[in-house]
């Protein structure tokens, strides 16, 4: 290798500017300056992997129905016999009401669809008590019965009442969601 070209390539790296391997191999290698060497491991070494918030996944929403205990839901999509016709007698009784449904409005909705609950009624006595969940849209997402000593044993009028009232629609509340109990005096004829 001439002595002009490897002055010219040691001037050359100690200005900063890129270097190229000689066409020729050479015993000797460039020499660098501190500026250089900094240069080029900061262009050469991977950057650090950072997590930022876009990065990171977000917790999954919670919705109106991760709020109530869907155990014994009867809201399963199943249709509604809204043609039933009943015997005996139905009377409902002291609402209890959790949320921000007043409770003559959830009275008032159940009252317009009592042809329902007394379709459900098979001549039994007893009480009923449905324990709805009401979405912050008035939509039911839960409706069950609360048995107790006093819920007719050996029917399905007790599941039927509670399913009257799957698709039925209560007013917006206020705000987030809403649950009561509606309860339901049966009795013979």
């Known amino acids: 290798m001439n002595k002009a070209y490897l002055t010219l390539l040691v001037v050359v790296s100690a200005c900063g500017a890129p270097q190229q391997a000689p066409s020729e191999t050479s015993a000797t290698p460039a020499p660098t300056t501190p500026a250089t060497a900094t240069a080029t491991a900061t262009a050469t070494a991977a950057p650090a992997p950072t997590t930022t918030e876009k990065d990171a996944t977000p917790p999954p929403q919670k919705t109106d129905a991760d709020l109530f205990d869907m155990t014994g839901n009867v809201c399963d999509g ?20 959790n949320g921000r449904i007043a409770p003559d409005d959830i009275k008032k909705v159940g009252e317009h669809n009592r ?11 007893g009480r009923v008590a449905v324990h709805l969940g009401i979405d ?54």
């Not at 016999?81 to 009377?91: I, L, M, N, R, W």
């Open 115 to 125: 042809a329902r609950i007394v379709g459900c009624n098979t001549g039994v006595s």
């Open 136 to 189: 912050s849209n008035g939509k039911v997402l839960l409706s069950k019965v609360e048995l107790d000593e006093t819920t007719p044993k050996g029917s399905n009028v007790a599941a039927c009442i509670a399913r009257s009232f799957c698709d039925l629609a209560f007013p917006k509340p206020t705000s987030g969601v809403t649950t009561a109990i509606y309860p339901v005096e049966l009795s013979k004829k």
């Open 78 to 97: 199943t249709p509604v016999d809204t043609t039933a016709k009943g015997v005996g007698k139905v009377k409902t009784g002291a609402l209890q009401v």
